[in-house]
């Protein structure tokens, strides 16, 4: 729901490349990235065809589970500068490809012809803003060391889909390159590549009811936005505040039926017990006490976002100097 662009790049690609591998084989070829004939021959149509279906059924799967995991992006910013995000990146990774495969050539003496077809450059370009903009939560650890995320299934579906093919690895490497430019706002990349107002506005009309889906029943209705981009986005942190409060309940559940797989009381004072008498016992004397941390507000509203309060979250991230993922964990076990 509210994501119309994503349900049309997970149907619309994945179905031709059924129909290319099961049926229509021998049509397989005009949607070949081949960079010989794109370089030689000048076919440049060439890399709108290639660099949008995949040939290969497991890159199909592996990118479009990829494209459904980062539907939020749609849903925070709005279709529209998610499109723009999209196009933006496919354009800066169309550019790197042919870059790194001449560097290749000059330092290795790797002659590539061709590359892995498909969607791929955007997808990885993604992966760059779920690193920076999406907060990782511990949802449980291997072996008492190795910790489990609500990050961790999308790291492997990359890594799988970065093992697919021999030179994907130059796809990999100019998608994250486009997604660190574009995200970065570097030489105002995102004001030059994005999509008009007015094709937006075409699309919106002629596409987005196609592929829209119906707004649940059940859903907590907001939207005292002035505008319905607004309304979208005010929606949609309200859904995500959903799936963040769950998950923090369902780790309080396991700690407390597992007693805690690490004790942060030796790392961090309990906050509940911070002007407990036996701990003020311990303090440290005035002219010992290191001047306070500061503390980045952005990194504050983000916690609060999950449900913890101003107090706590201020508390957590002077304890643990403004990591933000080790004060979300020590919140989750106070």
Not at 218 to 232: K, P
Request: aromatic share 12%; net charge positive.
């Amino acid at each position: 729901d509210k994501a119309p662009l994503s349900k049309s790049l997970l149907l619309v690609p994945s179905a031709i490349s059924i129909l290319l591998t099961l049926l229509f084989q021998h049509y397989q070829k005009f949607f070949a990235y081949n960079l010989q004939a794109i370089k030689e021959d000048f076919q440049i149509w060439r890399l709108v065809c290639g660099r949008t279906i995949c040939l290969d059924l497991k890159d199909t799967f592996c990118s479009c589970l990829l494209i459904y995991n980062f539907r939020i992006f749609e849903r925070r910013y709005g279709s529209r500068k998610f499109s723009s995000f999209l196009l933006g990146a496919w354009m800066l990774s169309a550019l790197f490809d042919l870059v790194l495969v001449e560097i290749a050539q000059y330092i290795f003496g790797i002659t590539i012809n061709s590359l892995p077809s498909g969607f791929l450059g955007p997808v990885f370009a993604l992966f760059v803003p779920f690193y920076s903009s999406i907060p990782r939560v511990q949802v449980t650890q291997v072996l008492g060391h190795f910790s489990i995320t609500n990050k961790t299934l999308v790291y492997i579906l990359g890594l799988q889909l970065l093992t697919s093919g021999s030179y994907i690895w130059i796809l990999a490497l100019s998608g994250l390159v486009s997604g660190i430019c574009y995200n970065s706002s570097i030489l105002k990349v995102h004001r030059i590549l994005c999509v008009p107002g007015w094709v937006a506005k075409i699309f919106s009309w002629t596409l987005e009811p196609i592929f829209s889906s119906a707004e649940p029943m059940n859903e907590v209705r907001v939207g005292m936005g002035a505008t319905v981009d607004i309304q979208r986005q005010q929606r949609m942190e309200l859904l995500d505040r959903q799936i963040m409060m769950s998950q923090v309940a369902q780790m309080r559940r396991q700690r407390q039926q597992q007693g805690g797989m690490i004790n942060w009381n030796r790392l961090f004072p309990p906050l509940r017990h911070r002007h407990n008498a036996n701990y003020q016992d311990h303090h440290l004397s005035e002219q010992d006490t290191p001047p306070p941390t500061e503390v980045s507000e952005e990194q504050v509203a983000r916690l609060m976002e999950m449900g913890f309060s101003r107090g706590d979250a201020l508390e957590a991230l002077r304890a643990s100097n403004n990591d933000l993922n080790v004060a979300t964990n020590f919140l989750l076990q106070h």
